[in-house]
């Protein structure tokens, strides 16, 4: 799921030299230490101390897909907004959002895939082309440029892929009358089938093919997609 906490902090840590760790004097004083000043929401700071760190709050009610790291020490989050923040010299206004960081914090591109506040991003994957897949569930609909999916019920289970400079690749969702969630997201070890899993509630169809499970109860289901997103084939769990 999604990270959803009162504040929702990203810490990220970029390697500077191979110094060794500072020394640090004992206190001889206890005269007391002023705290630093409150950063605002979204403000990178920075520490440098063998490493740069920069921490990123996110306001409350927000969610945040887990962060990747590509190989030249960018990462990628997925944050939903339900109001406009501030990163370094970048308004975000409310929606999804994929934006790719670089390693002090800032931003190198941002990409708004949906204004819906309702969509959210459970989980994040990179292939080694560098093209970025999401996966979550939205509510209503979920517009991508002049590309607009509908949810057919309460909420409607959805993956995109977008490519190394942020552009549509393809998306596609997947439900039926009631709720389906993906919860999670895997690209297969030979790099070639893309597995989204989740939970469904209702009826929906894969491939031509309909899935149907025990009405309201959630099942579990397994959907796989090639990197092109052709779908593949795709399984529901039905318990007792």
Known sequence: ??????YLVLLLFAACGSQAEPKVATPQSTLPVAEPPAQPPGQPTRNVAGQTRVELVFPPSDSLAFAHRDADGDVFIAPSLRSALTIGDTVLEPGLHAIKLKPDGSIRWSIRLTTNTEAHATSLAIDSS?????????A????VGDITMRSKGDRDAFVVSLDLGGRLRWMHSLGGAAREVALSLSISEDANLLAIGGWAESTFDFKNTSYSGRG???????AVYDLEGLPRWCERFVGR
């Open 140 to 143: 209503r609909d979920f517009s």
């Open 216 to 222: 309201s109860a959630k099942d579990g289901f397994v």
């Open 130 to 138: 560098g093209n970025i897949y999401l996966a979550g569930s939205y």
């Open 1 to 6: 799921m999604p990270l959803r906490n009162p």
